[in-house]
């Protein structure tokens, strides 16, 4: 057995008491308060960025493709279905879906009261399973198979509020053009998302209506919407995408179009990343003092150990063996509490929030674990790097000395 590690494990907390012990267990806990903070952090951090995220997506898409105008007029310039982007976007591997979408404003009436809403017109290849998630009662549109406009409507929880309407109530939509027209519809749905661009203004209904107020025929559409199968290549694949659309035709990435809402994200993400940077200076900070403290109580047996012939190499890897140990029982237990806490808030969902200023109603929860076993490579990396330092002092120890010292 090797002899630095043999004396290392008979000189751990498990083997010893008082002040020894002590030490060795504010290292472990120091630790381990530290990676679980880090863990929790990124799972908090990493389950905001997604909801926030795929509430807009399943909103817009990752994309918006929609005719090039100069100018920018109250009605949207039709675009044609059959267009060679989407007669031909499934020969992009990349892309997952496109759906039609057209986008018409009016005004919202119920008994008493009048609401400005931009009515978003979609079709039966709407990708109503993402949008699911934010469907909190009733049901989503039925699509006539006749082709006939479906007097049916979703609304958000904010607007039926404002409105007093509730599922099952009729409304009607006065719709801005010349001359003004209006339709009787059913509210067969509410959603929510918490998000002011959605929830204060869009009304989802048929396609077919729009269609029928604007006078176009049935290959004519507002604009396309496409969904990409890694939500990650939104940027990466932005101007391959842009090389495939006609030459008519724009596209607008969902990050940019609502870009408030992704640069709030992005200062989330900085301002976690300088906090995993504190807490790895303060953990290697820890164990280095809190090595510095070993091997000062442990002189005697460092100058006994050279006096009987001991290396330096010998004698330093005792002590690094003694924090690796010290490391590996911290992150051990880091990573209990942080996955914990991680399992316990996903399955009960105990923190609460604030809606209106997290666009959420609980703390959510990502599960990102490459990034998990990063934070852990990292911390072990960081802090067993620093080990060294103190580590070395043990070269300069006298043996005469060092037996006298007290």
């Known amino acids: 057995m090797n002899l630095s590690y043999f004396i290392a494990k008979r000189i751990s907390f498990k083997k010893t008491g008082g002040f020894t012990g002590t030490i060795h267990r504010i290292a472990v806990a ?120 479906a007097n049916e409507i979703v609304i958000s929880t904010r607007i039926a509020r404002k409105m007093l309407l509730d599922v099952g109530d009729r409304v009607t939509l006065y719709f801005v053009q010349d001359p003004p027209r209006f339709r009787r519809m059913e509210v067969v749905g509410l959603y929510e998302t918490f998000l002011e661009d959605f929830d204060d203004k869009i009304v989802i209904g048929d396609i077919q209506v729009i269609r029928v107020l604007n006078d176009w025929d049935e290959s004519q559409v507002g604009g396309f919407e496409v969904f990409l199968k890694d939500p990650g290549d939104i940027d990466t694949y932005e101007e391959a995408l842009y090389d495939f659309i006609d030459y008519d035709l724009r596209l607008v990435k969902a990050t940019d179009k609502f870009i408030q ?24 900070f820890n164990m280095v003092s809190i090595l510095f403290i070993l091997i000062m109580e442990r002189t005697p047996m460092i100058g006994l150990l050279k006096a009987l012939g001991a290396r330096n190499r010998q004698v330093r890897n005792i002590f690094i063996w003694n924090g690796i140990r010290i490391i590996g029982r911290g992150m051990l237990l880091g990573n209990l509490i942080g996955l914990g806490f991680g399992w316990l808030q996903e399955y009960t969902r105990i923190i609460k929030l604030n809606p209106e200023n997290y666009y959420m109603s609980f703390v959510p929860v990502y599960w990102n674990w490459p990034l998990i076993a990063g934070l852990n490579l990292l911390i072990l990396i960081i802090t067993t790097a620093v080990l060294f330092i103190p580590a070395m002092i043990t070269s300069n120890v006298n043996p005469i000395k060092s037996i006298k010292f007290d």
């Open 30 to 149: 120091s630790i381990a308060l530290g990676l679980s903070i880090m863990i929790i952090s990124f799972l908090i951090l990493g389950g905001f960025q997604a909801v926030i995220s795929n509430k807009v997506f399943s909103f817009t898409g990752h994309y918006q493709v929609n005719r090039l105008v100069l100018s920018q007029p109250l009605d949207e310039s039709p675009s044609s279905k059959e267009s060679n982007f989407y007669t031909n976007y499934s020969n992009l591997d990349k892309i997952r879906h496109v759906q039609v979408y057209a986008n018409k404003p009016g005004l919202i009436k119920g008994e008493d009261e009048v609401e400005g809403v931009m009515m978003k017109g979609v079709g039966p290849g709407f990708d109503s399973l993402s949008f699911k998630s934010s469907l909190v009662e009733g049901r989503f549109i039925r699509f006539d198979e006749s082709g006939s406009p």
């Open 261 to 284: 809402i992704f640069d709030w994200l992005e200062l989330l993400n900085n301002n976690v990343y300088v906090f995993l940077a504190l807490i790895l200076f303060v953990a290697a």
